[in-house]
C-alpha cells in the first residue's frame, strides 16, 4: 500500500476490525503508538521450521498484551522439515497461551518448496502440525495462505476447510478472492489486504496490513476463554459457563 494519510489507511468500519502482522523485520516497535494509530490485533513471527525462533518475538508478544492489543503467534511452515519438530519449535517459543490470545497460526506459502511432495502428503503435513499444535495449546490453528496456494498447492483439499482462513491477497477490490473449500462455506476470516504499510510506532519499514470480518466481540470469541467446568479453554463454541 502506498503511503497515505492515517484516515484513508486506516479506515475502519463495523465488520471490518483493522490489526497487522510483524517479525523481526519491523524491527524495535513502539507498541504504544501502534495501539494509538489504531490496530486491534497482531499476530507475530514466533518460529520458522525445525529451529528458527524470531529474535523479536518475546518482545512483541509481551508489549502487545501490555498495551491491549489482541495478540496471536505464527510458525513459518518449512515443508521440508520434520513436521513434529516444527510443532515442538512453536509450542516452545510459545509456551503456553492466556486467555484472550488468538489462535496459532501455519503460514503455508513459498510453493516451490512443496513441488516434490504430493498433494495428499502436502496436507497430511499441515494436518499434522494443526493436530499436534491443538493437542499442545488447546485450541484450533488458523491457516494463513493465498488464494493461488490453495489452487495449485493444496488442489482446493476439503480437508482445510474446518480451519479458520487467513487469507493473503492484494488488490484494489472490495473484497479477497476466496479459493475453494472455503469459497462454499466460512469464506475469509482474516484478510491480509497489503504488504507495504506505513504506521507510526514502525518507523522506515513496512507492514503487513490486516482486515478482521467482525467487530472486536467476534475477534473475542476467537480467543482463549476462560476455563469452563470441564477444563475447557477452547474458543466459545463447547456451551461451557465460565467460572
Given at each position: 500500500m502506498s503511503k497515505k494519510k492515517k484516515s484513508s489507511a486506516l479506515a475502519a468500519t463495523s465488520d471490518r476490525l483493522f490489526g497487522i502482522d510483524v517479525s523481526h523485520h519491523q524491527g524495535a516497535i513502539d507498541w504504544a503508538k501502534v495501539k494509538a494509530a489504531g490496530v486491534n490485533y497482531c499476530f507475530m513471527k514466533a518460529s520458522e521450521g525445525s529451529t528458527y525462533k524470531d529474535s523479536r518475538f518475546d518482545f512483541n508478544?509481551?508489549?502487545?498484551?501490555?498495551?491491549?492489543?489482541?495478540?496471536?503467534?505464527?510458525?513459518?511452515?518449512?515443508?521440508?522439515?520434520?513436521?513434529?519438530?516444527?510443532?515442538?519449535?512453536l509450542v516452545a517459543k510459545v509456551g503456553k497461551l492466556e486467555v484472550g490470545d488468538l489462535p496459532p497460526v501455519l503460514d503455508a506459502e513459498v510453493p516451490s518448496s512443496w513441488t516434490r511432495f504430493s498433494v495428499s502428503k502436502r496436507v497430511g503435513m499441515i494436518e499434522e502440525w494443526m493436530v499436534g499444535v491443538e493437542e499442545a495449546l488447546g485450541i484450533k490453528p488458523i491457516l494463513y495462505l493465498s488464494p493461488s496456494f490453495a489452487d495449485d498447492v493444496l488442489r482446493n483439499a476439503a480437508e482445510m476447510e474446518k480451519y479458520i482462513l487467513w487469507l493473503a491477497h492484494y488488490t484494489s477490490r472490495s473484497e479477497p478472492r476466496v479459493p475453494a473449500p472455503w469459497s462454499k462455506s466460512s469464506g475469509w476470516t482474516f484478510w491480509q489486504y497489503s504488504e507495504s504499510g506505513k504506521l507510526d510506532g514502525i518507523g522506515t519499514n513496512t507492514v503487513d496490513l490486516n482486515r478482521f470480518k467482525g467487530s472486536v466481540e467476534d475477534l473475542m470469541k476467537l480467543t482463549v476463554q476462560p476455563r469452563g467446568g470441564d477444563g475447557c479453554t477452547c474458543p466459545c463454541t463447547c456451551g461451557n459457563t465460565t467460572k
Open positions: 508478544w509481551n508489549q502487545t498484551k501490555a498495551n491491549g492489543i489482541i495478540r496471536g503467534a505464527y510458525h513459518f511452515f518449512r515443508p521440508n522439515a520434520p513436521v513434529s519438530r516444527q510443532v515442538d519449535n
